[in-house]
């Protein structure tokens, strides 16, 4: 009875090890420019999403810097968009750069409407992360951002998953298999 129960169990294992993330939850450490805001939301699943942006920027160059360190290791996305009445109008604001933890952000620049992005950009536990918005406002410019984080498995996590599908295969190997000899 326990050589039947063994792979059930190992199977058992590998999927929990794999579907939580392992670290806790602890607090997220944000620290923003002044003026910024920066909200993030922690779902059950382990994931956090965050929105920032900021509007009125006066003319001229600006850098925002958005730091923020999370509790897990995560991979990130990330997209700013811009939007403007009229291109070149008052209201029109033009990115020069965006990086995420060094990653440049890719899309459509230097229109009326501004969109870039970056997807599976590493993020370490407890590490300190940064977003890096660079532009020149016309006046009364503005953006928005987004950012989302789902959890990869840790080293551990991997480690285990592996040792429960070797011993679910050899379980199966070890099977006995029935023979039936034709008259």
């Known amino acids: 009875m326990i050589n039947k129960l063994l792979p059930a169990l190992g199977a058992v294992i590998a999927i929990v090890s794999f579907s ?3 670290q806790a939850a602890t607090p997220i450490n944000t620290t923003n420019y002044t003026g910024a805001d920066m909200s993030f ?3 059950t699943d382990g994931t956090y999403s965050a929105n920032f942006g900021k509007s009125g920027i006066t003319t001229g160059t600006f850098e925002h810097i958005y730091s923020f360190s999370l509790p897990a290791y995560l991979t990130g996305s990330a997209s700013v968009t811009t939007s403007a009445v009229k291109f070149k109008g008052a209201d029109d604001l033009d990115l020069l ?3 995420f933890n060094g990653v440049a952000l890719t899309g459509a620049m ?4 501004e969109a870039v992005f970056a997807n599976e950009v590493p993020i370490v536990a407890g590490q300190l992360n940064t977003i890096v918005i660079k532009g020149v406002s016309r006046g009364n410019g503005s953006y928005g ?5 789902a959890p990869v498995p840790e080293p551990a996590s991997w480690a ?6 070797a011993f679910v295969g050899g379980a199966l190997r070890r099977r006995s298999s029935t023979r039936v000899a034709l008259a």
């Open 20 to 22: 939580a993330p392992a």
């Open 41 to 43: 939301v922690h779902a």
């Open 97 to 99: 750069s965006v990086t």
């Open 110 to 113: 230097k229109a009326i409407n």
């Open 145 to 149: 951002a987004q950012a989302t984080f």
């Open 160 to 165: 285990m998953m592996i040792g429960g599908f």
